[in-house]
């Protein structure tokens, strides 16, 4: 055994490039999804308070926007709806003219190499704000299975490239899955939101998707915070319903749940930097209290060395910028 003063650590940090060298976790803007919120009209850029440099946009501006991601190498985008009417059961979420679905439209005729992602969830839509069809003041599985799958399928008619449910509805993968596959399209992937927490760092995104439940809150369908086995339980349930990726939400206060879920399984493994944490290096960057550049890039390097290899994140775009100035 070598110890000190044969064995010095210091010698592969002391120059940059042997620091580089012997780096064991890189960041590429080719592994991150950026999440956006499109919305009714035109010429509509709207900035969201809590998630500075994140709006709810019209298409025409979205698709600018989609652009830009893609000239940075940004590995595809995720798209949010903001609908024009919310009732009980969210019918402009599968509506095949619904705002999602044209703004899937509009991206694929104009910025066509970019991957579209949709999500798959009905509470941007709903009037009561659940993520599923309410009965008697519960939200009814079994009933939002197939509203979910028609979503899906409008999505996926629109021109998505891949879906991503996200209502944490027990069976969701399956019946997506399933409609997918008997309308034909058997060759596009579904990721699953398989281990969602019920996490108060989605408050920023509720303003931005004007999805905060209107009674109760989600505990009866996300995970608890406490829960890690548990998680595993519901990412094999996702792979078994036929989940070709995965995903731990959120990301920085589970980057245990990313550790034990790459370890356990061998299907790519998303996780989601969701908005509260952007929400917060934002305000504190922009205090002066802390430096927000290299905070943000060491807590996307602390996402991907816990074992992720997508990282869904609203800091893709700056992000990319910055590496991009790096090489
Ligand atoms: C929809 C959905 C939510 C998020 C992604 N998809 C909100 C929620 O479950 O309340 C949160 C994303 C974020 O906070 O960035 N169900």
Request: charged share 25%; glycine share 8%; with cysteine.
């Amino acid at each position: 055994m070598v110890s000190y003063p044969d064995l010095r650590m210091r010698r592969l940090r002391d120059l940059a490039p042997i620091r580089s060298l012997t780096r064991e976790t890189r960041l590429s803007p080719a592994e991150f999804i950026y999440p956006m919120f499109v919305t009714h009209g035109n010429g509509v850029k709207d900035p969201i308070e809590p998630m500075p440099g994140c709006y709810q946009m019209s298409v025409d501006l979205l698709a600018e926007e989609v652009g830009e991601a893609a000239e940075l190498g940004v590995g595809g985008v995720l798209l949010f709806g903001l609908p024009a009417e919310k009732d009980p059961l969210g019918s402009e979420g599968y509506d095949p003219e619904g705002i999602v679905q044209e703004a899937v439209r509009a991206i694929k005729r104009d910025v066509p190499g970019m991957l579209v992602i949709t999500d798959v969830c009905l509470c941007e839509y709903t009037d009561h704000g659940h993520c599923g069809v309410i009965d008697n003041g519960h939200v009814d599985n079994d009933a939002t299975l197939e509203l979910l799958a028609r979503t899906a399928v409008t999505q996926v008619q629109a021109g998505a490239d891949l879906v991503a449910p996200s209502a944490m509805m027990d069976g969701q993968v399956k019946a997506i899955r399933e409609a997918l596959n008997d309308q034909g399209y058997t060759g596009v992937p579904i990721m699953g939101y398989a281990a969602k927490y019920s996490s108060a760092f989605y408050g920023p995104f509720r303003v931005a998707a004007g999805s905060t439940p209107q009674f109760g809150d989600r505990r009866s369908y996300q995970m608890d915070p406490a829960n890690a086995r548990m998680a595993m339980r519901e990412i094999e349930s996702d792979i078994a319903e036929g989940a070709d990726i995965v995903m731990v939400k959120p990301a920085l206060a589970y980057l245990d749940v990313i550790h034990r879920a790459r370890e356990r399984f061998d299907h790519p493994l998303a996780a989601y930097n969701v908005s509260g944490e952007y929400s917060m290096v934002k305000a504190a960057g922009s205090q002066g209290w802390i430096d927000e550049k290299q905070v943000t890039l060491e807590l996307l390097t602390s996402i991907k060395r816990a074992g992720a290899d997508i990282i869904l994140t609203y800091h893709a775009k700056e992000v990319a910028r910055w590496l991009g100035e790096h090489s």
